[in-house]
């Protein structure tokens, strides 16, 4: 298998009325590639009476994949932060797949640590 990737992120740092708020972007473009060619063995059928995949056929498979993201991390006291995010991706041939997440984090004091 043969993968070539580029990707690309940003990340900033807002500083509004005291509250700070992390923005991350982000991309990729990804191109992959495989390739199978059957052993002599597997197409015998002699592993375990199993079939070879694909017929016994040599198969050579390439797609793209494009993708986005981003996440804004949201502290709204000392202990407690939200994360926003999402990706989308998309496939070539089989379309695109949305990827949301919602997140609390909890920091406990020193205190009680």
Do not use: C
Request: hydrophobic content about 35%; aromatic content about 8%; overall charge neutral.
């Amino acid at each position: 298998m043969q993968i070539i990737t580029n990707d690309f992120d940003v990340l900033g740092v807002l500083n509004q009325k005291r509250k700070i708020k992390i923005v991350m972007l982000g991309g990729e473009l990804r191109r992959e590639r495989t390739d199978f060619t059957p052993s002599a063995l597997l197409m015998s059928n002699n592993i375990n009476n199993d079939d070879a995949p694909e017929g016994g056929r040599a198969t050579s498979d390439a797609r793209r994949v494009a993708g986005l993201f981003g996440e804004l991390l949201l502290p709204f006291s000392k202990e407690w932060q939200a994360q926003l995010s999402s990706r989308y991706d998309h496939y070539q041939v089989v379309g695109g797949a949305f990827s949301p997440k919602l997140g609390l984090t909890y920091t406990p004091s020193n205190t009680l640590l």
